[in-house]
């Protein structure tokens, strides 16, 4: 159990350390209108969030954890808006994302939380949108989840407890991420279960974190584990090798022809984890806008990077 541990902890790292070197050469290459496109997005998405908040889950009573939840339950003892709360208890998280990961990662991130913060104050005023406190979970987790989603594509996170745990996973590399988010959201459902003495908000709450899980899952990754792509490109000796130095996947390549034209290719392949798989998708767009991809679902991987011949079923 002990070097099952160890080899995940080893492959969160790995992911981690490949999403993060990919953000940076992304970012180099950035012109200033594809940076301007990306705000405009994260405004947005700030937009759907914050509608979210103001006019789902803070009016029913509903502190589906995070920072988020954390603000809503604040904003019962203190009098000042929950957008307003949310922009005041990430300040210190921000900081200290600075001090860990660097300027570049946060300015996008600290845009993100003011616009969602004063966009939660601005429609705040317009009150609940519904009374039935299941709808107004499910909608609102939904909408939480696409906005975050959105935002992370572009490159930003909308700070509070990710900020945290990712400072955690620095340090405890052996804890899973899931759990710590799982731990972290309970405490704050169990919370409000009380601010708000009504155990049901608290249980709705939990119903709109699961939700949000999710569905943010779906947004970012798909609903499968992994992906088995083929690319059929006039550029495929370009595409494989940013897939190799960008994102160290391994690429076989496969011999074929046209049949109209019976022209020789080769065919690209390879099995990608599904938090890679949207720069593949970046990179193919990138260096061929032409190419044909069929992306496949892989439901059990055995090999080198994955499960061992000899590993047991579960």
């Keep these: 159990m002990k070097d099952k541990s160890a080899d995940q902890a080893a492959e969160e790292r790995y992911l981690a350390k490949i999403e993060q070197e990919y953000e940076e050469k992304r970012e180099k290459k950035k012109s200033v209108k594809e940076i301007a496109l990306d705000y405009i997005i994260i405004t947005l998405a700030s937009v759907v969030y914050a509608a979210a908040v103001s006019l789902f889950i ?5 502190a589906p954890g995070g920072v988020t939840g954390i603000a809503i339950l604040l904003n019962r003892a203190i009098p000042l808006e929950t957008g307003t709360l949310i922009l005041l208890i990430n300040i210190p998280i921000v900081l200290l994302g600075v ?5 570049r990662f946060i300015i996008s991130t600290f845009y993100a939380i003011a616009m969602t913060s004063l ?12 009374d039935d406190i299941l709808l ?3 909608a609102g987790s939904v909408l939480i989840a696409v906005s975050i989603g959105t935002i992370f594509k572009r490159g930003a996170t909308t700070g509070g407890t990710d900020i945290i745990i990712k400072c955690l996973r620095l340090k405890f590399p052996h804890l899973k991420t899931g759990i710590l988010f799982f731990m972290t959201d309970v405490c704050i459902v ?4 009380f601010v708000f003495r009504n155990i049901d908000a608290a249980l709705y709450a939990g119903i709109a974190v699961v939700v949000t899980a999710v569905v943010l899952d779906v947004v970012l990754y798909g609903r499968d584990g992994a992906k088995l792509v083929y690319i059929i490109s006039d550029c495929q000796e370009k595409i494989t090798d940013r897939l190799l130095a960008d994102l160290d996947v391994g690429v076989t390549h496969l011999s074929g022809a046209g049949a109209y034209s019976g022209k020789e290719k080769k065919i690209i392949m390879c099995v990608v984890k599904k938090p890679l798989f949207p720069r593949v998708e970046e990179i193919v767009k990138e260096e061929d806008p032409d190419a044909f991809m069929i992306v496949t679902s892989a439901t059990e991987i055995f090999g080198e990077g994955y499960k061992s011949y000899f590993s047991e079923k579960i």
Excluded: H, R
């Design 58 to 62: 803070d009016p029913n009573d509903l």
């Design 99 to 103: 001090w860990k990961f660097g300027v």
């Design 136 to 138: 107004a979970a499910l």
């Design 119 to 130: 966009f939660t104050n601005l429609l705040a005023p317009l009150g609940a949108a519904t």
């Design 190 to 193: 169990s919370i409000s279960g």
